[in-house]
């Protein structure tokens, strides 16, 4: 079992900046994939960003690649999403979410373990 709490939310003006982090507990988190989603309102979840359990491999949605940073500390059993150029559209409720594979995923059902979410608000 993989337990996700999210940290970090809040409410910046656009071009500003937010690192998330990602707190996990549980025995397979060094081996799990980790991926980060979000939410806006009356739309599905999407995908943001994923990395895989070495640290080595990331990929990014092309809404934020080259704004966006996935990083892990392993020895913190702690994930982060550094946003920068935040624009009013990266909006959302983000969570976290960790598979019991080890890849780092681009879909949702590809995770097993989720955390709770926290808010970024941006404004224009």
């Known amino acids: 079992q993989v337990h996700l709490v999210e940290s970090g939310g809040g409410l910046v003006q656009a071009g500003d900046s937010l690192r998330l982090s990602c707190a996990a507990s549980?025995?397979?988190?060094?081996?799990?994939?980790m991926g980060w989603f979000r939410q806006a309102p009356g739309k599905e979840r999407e995908f943001v960003a994923a990395i895989n359990w070495s640290g080595h491999s990331t990929y990014y949605a092309d809404s934020v690649k080259g704004r966006f940073t996935v990083s892990r500390d392993r020895a913190q059993n702690t994930v982060y999403l550094q946003m920068n150029s935040l624009k009013p559209e990266d909006t959302a409720v983000y969570y976290c979410?960790?598979?019991?594979?080890?890849?780092?995923?681009?879909?949702?059902?590809?995770?097993?373990?989720w955390g709770q979410g926290t808010q970024v608000t941006v404004s224009s």
């Open positions: 979410a960790a598979e019991e594979g080890s890849s780092g995923s681009s879909y949702a059902h590809s995770y097993d373990y």
């Open positions: 549980g025995r397979s988190f060094s081996r799990n994939g």
